[in-house]
């Protein structure tokens, strides 16, 4: 179905400055404000269902939150670590940063007339997603640089910015920013009205998620950890310019999610969110003790998609957000296993 | 001087255990206190002598946290970045992480009976500064890798404590924690009691300070940004484990740190502060604007070391933090430069 996606930018003129940024994020920043009130409120949590998976979270902040209690946490060490694709916003039919990849390539191919000719540009312009695939990982990479190296920090980012504003999924026709999960947002303002920090810790790029992370997450970028490629800074024309290189500094996927933590924040979360094997490691890093004496109060929880009516339903077999070895690991180590079908009364926020 | 820092860690036991860290940092935790309440007090900064550069950094606060004034910045966007050596704490004879290195040379000495014999680990172990400076920059960084990489981050982490609570200054015989700047700490909390964000922006390793920032400058380790080291996540023996590895992710300082400042940060400072050329492009990238209609408030501020009775004074001749086009360059972008003998009514900390 990626052949669907809209390439809307080429249409559109020169890039969007910050002071928009605002109105483009309206929806989102509308349905934030909802939250604040909603995560204060007598019950927190309002889209999750009664039931145990939604009681074992309140317990949990109880306990670390409860002054004087046997597993109390100051609230410096309040670290919560979320995965994006699939567990805060969706990801099928494709990562919605490759769907942005292929309108980039699209929207520039009029500057680069021997695209039509050349793989892999050749096939995503001509929407031929099986000739993409045919090029490989090689080809995918190629994609990705287009949308993403050799260009400003500041030019990037205005890039995703009216990208977010004008394109749409390709099946449900919503802005990407409206795909995200409402108990998910409700869970990250539960968690920090009592005192968490809440990051993001995504294989995703995290220049990408920067754009929109505040406003529809309410997460600063400096919260915001992913894979992240090179940078240097040089004074252009005597302006203080960041311009994005294509080496790749940290793939914070698996086994480089822990490493990214330790990077970024330098302490171990006490609770840690995803959906897919690629973050087991991130849930064992956050859960498993470090030796016999350490009780550290620790949650992990993985969001199932089981909902192929409200949105899809995948796991072990998947290409995309592939959920096997977490999946087993999880009653074996305590993580909440969050059946989306069961557990959630809505999956996306109410269209404003 | 070098050579007189004391090799005390060879004659103490195993790491200690970081429920002892409060004890350590006893001293600095009590400063801390009497600072919390020193910021919000009638008169800020109370360690400045009144005059121009308390008055303007005044000025610059009451601005931006003027509510409906014509510089008011709101409080996400309230992050400055502070230098660490020279900047936080003193830098003088040497880098302080240097003398850490050079002391833990000596304190594995003992399990290394090939070093006494093989440069540069000889003459760090004879105390021959001479000798290790022929050794030159391979010699230094063969030294800042035995310190430093190929070991996990809990036992770098362990070894920094350990050092900090035991070394002893060269020259003042003060733990290096109370050779940090009294008018500094009491900016930090001065900024913070206005809403600002406080990082650390320095060629200082990364995990290395991280050991001590929140106690000493409360300044947590997701707030410290500094030369990076690739690491590694393993189970080891089913305990998530980071190992520290011995290749360079960055070189934060000059160019690297608006680099540092974009990765980690991933917005623009509005207060940046150093003491030296290794500043300058922080100093730029903060307060220089972007283009014609760009008039966000930004304050950069030079600490100039001029006081060789209280501390040291040196500037565009030293090897350690030379300041020599940073100092050409603060008049004409407005940056104030601090006269720490003019200044400054106290250096350090008053001891308990």
């Not at 269902?49 to 209690?69: C, L, M, S």
């Not at 949105?311 to 993580?335: F, M, N, T, V």
Request: glycine fraction near 8%; proline fraction near 6%.
């Amino acid at each position: 179905m990626i052949h669907t996606a809209t390439a809307v930018l080429g249409r559109r003129g020169s890039s969007i400055g910050s002071r928009k940024l605002g109105a483009l994020f309206a929806g989102a920043a509308l349905f934030g404000a909802a939250l604040a009130s909603s995560a204060t409120a007598d019950e927190p949590l309002p889209s999750w269902n009664d039931g145990d998976a939604k009681a074992r979270i309140v317990a949990f902040v109880d306990a670390v939150t409860t002054e004087r209690g046997p597993q109390f946490v100051p609230p410096t060490e309040r670290i919560a670590t979320f995965d994006n694709d699939g567990c805060l916003w969706a990801e099928q039919p494709a990562y919605f940063q490759l769907l942005f990849a292929l309108d980039r390539v699209r929207a520039l191919a009029a500057d680069h007339p021997d695209w039509k000719t050349t793989e892999p540009y050749k096939s995503v312009i001509a929407g031929d997603m099986p000739g993409l695939m045919a090029t490989g990982k090689e080809g995918l990479v190629k994609i990705m640089l287009v949308a993403h190296a050799d260009m400003t920090a500041k030019e990037f980012a205005a890039s995703v910015r009216e990208w977010l504003a004008t394109a749409r999924h390709p099946t449900t026709g919503k802005p990407y920013t409206q795909m995200v999960y409402q108990p998910m947002l409700e869970l990250l303002a539960y968690l920090r009205a009592n005192g968490f920090k809440t990051f993001i810790v995504s294989g995703g790029g995290i220049d990408f998620m920067r754009v929109f992370a505040e406003e529809v997450y309410g997460i600063p970028p400096e919260q915001v950890v992913g894979s992240t490629i090179d940078a240097k800074f040089e004074l252009r024309d005597g302006v203080p310019t960041i311009v994005k290189e294509g080496k790749i500094v940290l793939v914070d996927d698996k086994v480089g999610k822990p490493v990214g933590i330790y990077r970024h924040i330098g302490r171990r979360p006490i609770f840690a969110a995803g959906n897919s094997d690629g973050d087991l490691q991130m849930l064992q890093y956050a859960t498993i003790p470090r030796d016999a004496h350490d009780a550290t109060p620790a949650f992990g929880m993985i969001v199932h998609h089981t909902d192929g009516q409200r949105e899809w339903a995948y796991d072990r077999e998947s290409h995309i957000g592939q959920l096997d070895k977490a999946l087993d690991e999880a009653p074996r180590r305590g993580w909440l296993v969050v059946d989306m079908a069961q557990d959630w009364k809505q999956i996306f926020p109410t269209a404003e």
